[in-house]
């Protein structure tokens, strides 16, 4: 075998990730199970397709010029041996007929290669192509120095274009990929990294920074199962770790530590496989150091959740152009083939062909893995936990018995809202511990609360109360990652958000992205990108978008804004965040930005409410220059005052109409005011006739007693915002951490927004409007719905809200927050300082739902093969290259399998907990189907028939259409059974006044539809950006 083709064939299996054998999960599990056909793919196919081809053809004819040449030699060796010279020269009989037969084919064999150097040239070429495009287990253009070209961008003509390295690609990598890392040893042994809850206090970190930290004495070996578990912390490093691990390098200071203690921990000392397993050697490197299996994985591990994930949205496409612009530029060399002369300009054409036919076949290959990876990506993920927070006022008082007795509820209280029934007040003294607590639900109505502490049949009558449910609901919060989010819940809030606040990460040290070497700044645009496209759907026609940025990123977020969101204007505003300023090498930094992004053509930026400092001034144009009558008659008119109020404005003065002075009296008690200045010159007024009434609750008539005059004052207390915001209410650390830390001392979210910032920006986007749905897909600490509702708080208005937030600080922080905020708007060392008012209580979130979705790393691990779906009436090569995954897939239960749909109550899922560790577990498939229908819930009502649970939902889709959805169990149902079913649908009107019925499963049910096909298409459907 040839080196080439070895060199080649290596590449492959890196491609393929054949390092990744012994890794048994996520896309790694997938792949070892196809690793014998890809294998046998490598090793037999390409190289038997290769070397076939280069025995026919233009290929063969060259490579045969060798075969002539040494025939002709043994021609010429016939008349004399010594007609060559020691170095194989032709010295004697030029001029004979086998002396010239000879030098003709030597011309010839000159020219062109033979069969060996030929299929070296394939090889070569092919190892090249794939080489430059892959790195650390993504397709990505590498960065070549060359003084020739050896890219091709995409360019129409425009007249600025902004293009990256992994441009049309989606960031996948995201914290859901810090749960699971499993291998497999010799001898049978599974060792699992397990990511658990970090154990440190906050007051004793040094540092923002995480690391991975194996928690020791946690270690299990299970004999049984010959499992191995270490546990890992992602988290900073505690006062004495940092000067353990030092200032430098501090992983590779943590992995090594780790490899050298966790061998011989307590727990393995009687595990001779479970310390062979870590202890192995996995390969001896360059230096002859031996790596153990423990310490390749430990890198591997951290080096995985330390660094960027991405699938490209068009593998094929984008290798296939690549290839053609390789074969033009770098094999069809045109000086070369000048040279060469036109007998071999068909060879150089065939190598072409050739070249191409087999690196498509493994674009084709390589294609089908990332497809599926891709398909999984977008695919809408299933909801797999709904639970309700609801403010107490809002409950019926048919439920506070139920509520008294819930223990959970009121520990939960306790704690976050220091409720407690033991103590008396007013309202609870001479009341036993019962009594006590119906009055505290009494007196506090923003009692916020949460349907996880009470039984689904609570849960059930409880929704089922509110008559319009969506419209109830003032808030949404979602744990996932945020391009799943928004996947899910476009059908639903298509062209119905108004504003989009985000605050991303801005790519600074402290908020650094994982992203691959040299491509800080690429990753960080891919990432943004992705999410910005995915949004626009959401825009209502008038929207305003928001997004926070620093110096980092804030010059490459403008280009990539002008390039996603062209239909946008933009500003970009500065906001002095920090006062004190942070010290940098030459400058002390004190500001971020803020891209506000607003429709063309229009005012759509609400006013800034300066009434604690307004401008006042007399309406009459008293700026400088001589503002006379006679340069806007439209601006000369009277003002009609009486009893010192403003009763109207009169018209325009004709020109010959010249008043005695600034005050005129009618008979009626009526003044006429001009502006007409003390010494009696017509002036004018600042506003026309025309536009005058449109401030007309900014002007107030004002007496001076010493002139005796009548004169109009202008109070304006709403500006438009400033480019530059400077005011100390912007202080991140004043109204950011402080506000955070006194509702939640201690918590563990750095770097929150100023409430005010938000605030500011929220009611600038709405244009001053009181209601509006704002949505944040990056949604942090929960600033944005927490400024939300001190808005509604403000004014009464009715504004909702949905956060997006995948961190586990959304159960620590992020929901804390708006059920704190929502009990009470202000607090001091995690307290509340006072009550909501009545007023405040009113217009405080009525229900908040809270939901948490399937990962993307959830879906890998729920893929499952069944052989016996295999398409057999494909070719085996097309099969292999093209459709090997879809079919032996489509049964999998994230892949939707439409017969479980039988149960939907307890269709599960193995899904990632809170502490790393997967469990099997039930999915909302009502809501989530319910999202993907796009249905706005007016009613969600369980029934009853005999035991047989029915979950109905109500609504209107985005459509119009009045629809009834229909859930039940029919696993085994005979005709019979779908007989009592529709006639139980029929007595209790489930289906009133529905122009779309659907149910899962069969039915007799009048004009229903089983959903299965719609939910299938709709969580496959195509992206639309």
């Given at each position: 075998?040839?080196?080439h083709l070895t060199?080649?064939q290596?590449l ?10 012994d890794?048994?999960f996520?896309i790694y599990r ?5 690793r014998?056909?890809?294998e046998r ?5 390409l190289p038997?397709a290769i ?6 053809g ?11 040449l040494?025939?002709a030699?043994?021609?010429v ?8 010279d020691h170095?194989?020269?032709?010295v004697?009989?030029?001029?004979t007929n086998?002396?010239k037969?000879?030098l003709a ?5 000159k020219a062109?290669?033979?069969h060996e150097a030929?299929e070296a040239a394939?090889y070569?070429h092919?190892y ?16 070549r ?9 995409p360019y129409n003509g425009e007249e600025v ?6 441009r049309?690609q989606?960031y996948v990598?995201?914290?859901e990929h ?5 291998w ?8 699992h990294?397990?990511?658990v ?11 923002e920074?995480?690391f991975f930290l194996?928690?020791l004495?946690k ?11 270490i ?6 490093l505690?006062?004495r770790?940092?000067i ?5 390098n501090q992983q ?5 530590k780790a ?10 000392k009687?595990?001779p496989?479970?310390?062979h397993a870590?202890?192995?050697e996995?390969y001896?490197?360059?230096n002859?150091?031996?790596?153990t299996?423990f310490e390749?994985h430990l ?7 330390t ?9 094929k496409g984008f290798l296939?152009?690549e ?5 033009k530029?770098?094999?069809l ?12 300009a068909?060879g150089?054409f065939?190598?072409?062909?050739l070249?191409k036919?087999v690196g498509?076949?493994i674009?084709d290959f390589?294609?089908?893995?990332e497809e599926f ?7 809408r993920k299933?909801i797999t936990?709904?639970?309700y927070c609801?403010?107490v006022?809002h409950?019926?008082e048919?439920f506070?018995p139920e509520?008294?007795d819930c223990e959970a509820?009121?520990e939960?209280w306790k704690?976050?809202f ?7 007040n007013l309202?609870t ?7 006590r607590r119906m009055?505290i ?5 923003t009692?916020v609360?949460d ?6 049949d ?6 089922a109360?509110?008559d319009?449910?969506d419209?109830?609901?003032?808030g949404?919060?979602?744990?996932s990652?945020n391009?799943?989010a928004l996947?899910?819940l476009i059908e639903?809030?298509?062209?119905q958000?108004?504003?989009i606040?985000i605050?991303?990460?801005?790519n ?5 992205i ?5 491509y800080?700044?690429s990753?960080w645009?891919?990432?943004?990108e992705n999410?910005?496209l995915?949004s626009?759907?959401?825009y209502t026609?008038d929207a305003?978008?928001?997004?926070a ?6 010059e490459k977020?403008g ?8 239909e946008k204007?933009?500003?970009c ?9 942070q010290?940098?090498?030459n400058?002390?930094?004190?500001n971020e930005?803020a891209?506000f992004l607003?429709p063309?053509?229009g005012?759509?930026i609400g006013l800034?409410?300066r009434?604690d400092?307004?401008d006042?001034?007399p309406l ?12 806007a ?25 010249h008043p005695?002075g ?5 008979e009626?008690?009526v003044i006429?005011v001009?502006p007409?200045?003390p ?10 006739r ?6 007309a609750d900014?002007?107030e008539?004002?007496?001076?007693s010493k002139?005796g005059i009548?004169?109009?004052?202008r109070t ?8 530059v ?8 650390n004043?109204y950011g951490?402080?506000?955070?830390n006194?509702?939640l001392?201690?918590?563990s979210f750095?770097f929150?927004?100023?409430i005010?910032t938000?605030r500011?920006?929220?009611?600038a986007s709405l244009?001053n409007?009181?209601q509006?749905?704002i ?5 942090g600490?929960?600033t944005t719905g927490?400024?939300v509702i001190?808005?509604?708080?403000e ?9 997006v937030e995948m961190?586990?600080y959304f159960?620590?922080?992020?929901l ?7 009990f ?5 060392d995690g307290?509340p300082?006072?009550m909501?008012t009545a007023?405040?209580?009113g ?5 908040v ?12 691990n729920?893929i499952?093969?069944?052989e016996?779906s ?5 070719q085996?090569?097309?099969?292999l290259?093209q459709?090997m995954l879809?079919?032996?897939t489509?049964?999998s239960?994230t ?5 479980k749909l039988?149960?939907?109550?307890s269709y599960r ?5 809170e502490g790393?560790?997967?469990?099997l577990?039930?999915?909302?498939l009502p809501e989530?189907f319910a999202?993907?229908?796009?249905l706005?819930v007016?009613?969600r009502?369980?029934?009853s028939?005999h035991?047989?649970?029915y979950l109905v939902?109500?609504?209107t889709t985005?459509e ?14 005979t ?10 649908v ?9 122009d779309?019925?659907y149910?899962n499963g ?5 004009e229903?539809?089983?959903?299965e096909?719609?939910f299938?298409e709709?969580?496959?459907?195509p992206?639309e950006?």
């Open positions: 075998m040839s080196s060199k080649f290596q492959l299996r890196e491609l393929f990730q054949f390092d990744c054998s890794l048994d996520g997938i792949m070892n199970y196809k014998d056909l890809i793919f490598i090793t037999q196919d038997e070397s076939k081809e280069l025995e026919r233009a290929l063969a004819e060259q490579a045969r010029a060798y075969e002539e040494e025939a030699r043994k021609k060796l016939e008349i004399s041996e010594d007609a060559f170095s194989g020269n032709l004697k009989y030029h001029d086998p002396g037969r000879y084919a030597l011309k010839k064999a062109t290669k033979n030929l394939v070569n092919l090249a192509f794939f080489n430059r495009y892959w790195q650390d287990g993504d397709f990505i253009s590498k960065r120095l060359s003084k020739s070209e050896r890219y091709a961008i274009i902004l293009y990256w390295a992994n049309d989606y990598k995201t914290g810090f749960t699971d890392y499993t497999k040893a010799q001898g049978g042994v599974t060792v990294f397990k990511l809850a970090a154990d440190v206090e906050q007051n004793n970190v040094k540092g920074k995480r194996p928690r004495g270690i299990t070996w299970e004999e049984q199962a010959r499992k191995l578990t546990p890992f912390e992602f988290r900073p505690d006062k770790e940092a353990t691990y030092g200032g430098k590779e200071a943590i992995i090594a490899v050298e203690e966790i061998p011989g921990q307590e727990c393995l009687n595990a496989p479970a310390l870590l202890t192995a996995k001896c490197s360059d002859g150091k031996t790596v299996n390749y890198r591997r591990y951290t080096r995985r959740n660094s960027d994930f991405f699938i490209h949205k068009d593998l296939s152009r290839l053609d612009f390789y074969l530029n770098e094999v060399n045109l000086e070369e083939m000048e040279a060469a002369g036109e007998m071999l068909e150089w065939q190598m072409m062909r070249i036919r498509g076949q674009i390589l294609a089908q893995i990876q891709k398909m999984l990506w977008e695919k299933f936990e709904t639970f609801i403010t006022g409950i019926p048919e506070y509520i008294v509820q009121w939960e704690a976050l220091h409720v407690d029934e033991i103590e008396t309202f003294i001479g009341k036993d511990k019962n009594g009055e639900l009494r007196a506090y109505p009692l609360l349907t996880r502490h009470f039984p689904a609570f849960t059930d009558r409880l929704l109360s509110f319009n449910l419209e109830v609901t003032d949404l919060l979602v744990h990652e391009w799943q996947n899910l639903k809030y298509r062209e958000v108004k504003c606040y605050d991303p990460p801005f600074a040290k402290s908020s650094e994982m992203y691959k070497n040299d800080k700044h990753s645009l891919t990432f943004i999410r910005l995915l626009k759907p959401f026609s305003v978008i928001v997004i940025i620093d110096e980092v990123e804030q977020l280009l990539l804004i002008s390039n996603v969101i062209p204007e933009k500003t505003v500065t906001v002095v965040h920090n006062p004190t300023g010290q940098g090498a400058f002390s930094s004190t930005y891209y607003y063309q053509g005012s759509f800034q409410d009434s400092n307004p006042i001034r009459r144009d008293v700026s400088k220059g001589a503002h006379l009558r006679s340069d008659a439209n601006c000369f008119y009277p003002i009609y005052v009486r009893n010192g109020k403003i009763i109207g404005f009169g018209d325009i003065c004709n020109d010959d109409y005695n600034a005050n005129v009296k009618r009626n008690g006429e001009y007409i200045d010494q009696g010159v017509e002036r004018k007024w600042v506003f026309a025309q536009s005058v009434e449109s401030i900014e002007l008539a004002r007496f001076n002139t009548w004169d109009i004052i304006k207390s709403r500006f438009n915002y400033k480019t915001w400077t005011d100390s209410k912007y202080s991140s004043s951490s402080r506000i955070l006194e509702m001392p201690n918590n750095t929150p927004k100023s005010h938000v500011d920006s929220i009611d244009n409007q009181t509006g749905l949505l944040d897909f990056f949604a600490s929960g927490h400024a001190n808005l509604n708080r004014d009464g208005g009715r504004r909702k809200f949905i956060l961190a586990q159960d620590t922080v992020l804390p927050r708006i059920k704190k905020v929502t009470s708007p202000e607090w001091k307290k300082k006072r909501a007023e405040e209580a217009r405080s979130p009525r229900i739902k809270v939901i948490r979705m399937e990962s993307y790393e959830d879906a890998l729920n499952t093969f069944n016996s295999k398409q057999h009436a494909l085996f090569e097309d099969y290259l459709y879809q079919w032996e489509r049964e239960e892949l939707l399998n439409v017969e039988a149960k939907p109550f899922l193995q899904l990632h907990g790393g560790e997967t469990r577990q039930a999915v909302d989530t999202y993907l229908l796009g706005s007016e009613k009502q369980v029934y028939d035991g047989r649970r939902y109500r609504g985005r119009g259409r009045r629809a009834a959805v229909i859930w039940r169990e029919t696993e085994g149902w005709a019979e059974d779908y007989s009592r079913d529709r006639d139980f029929a007595e209790n009107n489930l289906t009133e006044g529905a779309d019925i149910v069969d039915s007799y049910i009048r229903a539809q089983a959903l096909k719609l299938k709709r969580m496959f459907a992206l950006v």
